[in-house]
């Protein structure tokens, strides 16, 4: 079997997600080299008690196995966790070959979409699903941030244009293309044009996906333009933690529906 090729990647971030039809709503924030962007469907409420299953990180327009090695530690006590596990580690893919391999296919011709992210929730213990996105270096770094070092990750791109309707305001506003067009939410990323000092920007972003209601609720987005990844990935922490004051982490269901033939079944996206 012929697989495709990645999307490439550019120093500007590229649109993973969007709210779709959902009606949204958009809260921007600037503090000094960094600037915060949420995003969340108007029936989510982030300070109830909330458990979230921690999906994993995307990294090169994949999912990454490694990334979350050093992030965990770091974004957990958010969640009043000293580590949260994830679902998709090394230990899922060396038990689940299969399903890992078709992931694998469908994310690199596809990206993340509202299809895959609903074939994973069946086994989500939590109320949501957060799926973490980074990209990029601080100013004093040398290389992209990457535990293992490695190339760029794909994250959110500034976008412009209505609320709900799939872009947004301000920076971070897209989430994608849907796989269905009666389905909005997340989806393959498209290019977006290079900024100026993109090479010199570290963005994360964390993306929230009800379990319940089988779509996506919230985005909380960062764009760190200071010295250290170190601060940056801190600065995030404490604003993971004051958007969701109440939440904590929880794990995935061992048993799974999830097979390499569902997966390779997934819509693809338009």
């Not at 709503?25 to 962007?37: E, P, V």
């Not at 995307?58 to 000293?82: C, F, N, T, V, Y």
């Not at 690199?108 to 086994?123: I, Q």
């Not at 939590?126 to 941030?145: C, H, I």
Request: contains cysteine; aromatic residues 8%; hydrophobic residues 35%.
């Amino acid at each position: 079997m012929h697989k495709a090729q990645p999307k490439s990647t550019s120093p500007a971030m590229r649109s993973l997600f969007r709210l779709g039809a959902l009606g949204a709503l958009s809260i921007a924030g600037c503090h000094g080299d960094t600037d915060f962007d949420v995003k969340q469907a108007n029936d989510f409420a982030p300070a109830g008690r909330i458990s979230v299953s921690v999906l994993g990180v995307m990294k090169d327009g994949l999912m990454s196995q490694e990334i979350w090695e050093s992030l965990g530690p770091k974004l957990s006590p958010a969640l009043r966790s000293q580590k949260c596990d994830t679902r998709y580690d090394s230990t899922f893919v060396a038990e689940n070959k299969g399903v890992a391999s078709a992931v694998e296919d469908y994310t690199r011709a596809n990206g993340v979409t509202e299809p895959l992210l609903t074939a994973f929730s069946s086994s989500a213990e939590g109320d949501v699903m957060m799926v973490l996105s980074v990209s990029g270096r601080a100013s004093s770094e040398t290389t992209p941030y990457s535990p293992g070092g490695g190339a760029q990750m794909p994250g959110l791109a500034p976008a412009s244009g209505r609320q709900g309707g799939g872009t947004g305001n301000g920076y971070g506003g897209g989430f994608g293309n849907s796989a269905s067009p009666a389905s909005p939410g997340f989806g393959r990323s498209s290019p977006s044009t290079p900024s100026s000092g993109a090479a010199n920007v570290f963005e994360i972003a964390a993306t929230f996906y009800s379990v319940r209601e089988k779509k996506p609720v919230a985005q909380l987005s960062m764009k760190y333009t200071g010295p250290r990844e170190e601060d940056a990935i801190a600065r995030f922490a404490t604003k993971l933690h004051d958007y969701l004051p109440n939440a904590t982490c929880v794990g995935f269901k061992k048993d799974s529906d999830l097979t390499e033939e569902r997966v390779r079944q997934l819509p693809l996206a338009e």
